[in-house]
């Protein structure tokens, strides 16, 4: 999978990608990440990225032509897609996050909130957004998906973390029940003492339970 992101923050970026699985993945090949800086593809002597909205009004609208220009010099694998990053666009799920992960190369655009020449429609695949609240920007919602659709890639997580990232695929128990580890009593707070059995049938009935109790009553809020 190949990531590329335009930005006119690419430094941004930079420590969250050299910690953890992005890190991991990037050393195994797994993955890539080329950044753009939308920056570089302006033409005046300012480097201006963006410029006063038509009609009047506050805030200044990105400009389509230095994004038309940095998309024009990716080069594009087969399965690829290119995602505008902004409130408005879909939510951003698992599911979503699935589809990416089967693609070649996922280009990420990340806008401004204050907005974007809508003419950038006729450049994007898709419009996607990462949740119901308003961020500042494009960045983080772009970490967000290319977390989220790394750790999809085969060979990225160990055999444990993939079997849980299935299992929410699946819509299973994921880690819905409680989860403990040593010391069996921290002050006055014991860990279930089923748990410190050994009897796997006991403790998978246990579970289950936890996971059920769980579910509900996130599907009650
Ligand atoms: Cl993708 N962009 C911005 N600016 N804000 C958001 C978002 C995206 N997703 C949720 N809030």
Redesign the pocket.
């Known amino acids: 999978m190949r990531f590329d992101i335009l930005t006119i923050f690419p430094k941004i970026f930079d420590s969250y990608f050299s910690e953890t699985i992005i890190k991991r993945a990037l050393k195994k090949k797994l993955i890539q990440i080329n950044m753009h800086n939308i920056r570089d593809f302006t033409t005046d002597k300012h480097h201006t990225v963006d410029d006063r909205p038509y009609g009047g009004g506050p805030g200044m609208i990105f400009k389509l032509e230095p994004i038309f220009q940095a998309l024009k010099k990716i080069n594009r694998r087969k399965k690829s897609k290119i995602v505008l990053?902004?409130?408005t666009?879909k939510q951003f799920n698992q599911q979503m996050a699935n589809r990416f992960a089967k693609l070649d190369q996922l280009i990420l655009i990340a806008?401004?909130?204050e907005g974007i020449d809508a003419r950038v429609d006729k450049l994007v695949s898709d419009k996607?957004?990462?949740?119901?609240?308003?961020?500042?920007?494009?960045e983080l919602?772009a970490m967000v998906i290319i977390e989220a659709v790394t750790r999809l890639i085969p060979g990225v997580l160990g055999h444990k973390d993939s079997a849980k990232s299935d299992s929410f695929t699946l819509n299973k128990e994921y880690l819905e029940y409680p989860q403990y580890t040593r010391p069996a009593k921290f002050k006055k707070w014991s860990a279930p003492s089923v748990l410190l059995t050994g009897n796997h049938k006991l403790i998978e009935a246990w579970r289950k339970k936890k996971s059920n109790i769980a579910r509900k009553n996130k599907t009650e809020k």
Do not use: A, E, F, N
């Open positions: 990053l902004t409130p666009g806008g401004r909130y996607v957004s990462i949740g119901p609240y308003v961020l500042s920007g494009g919602p």
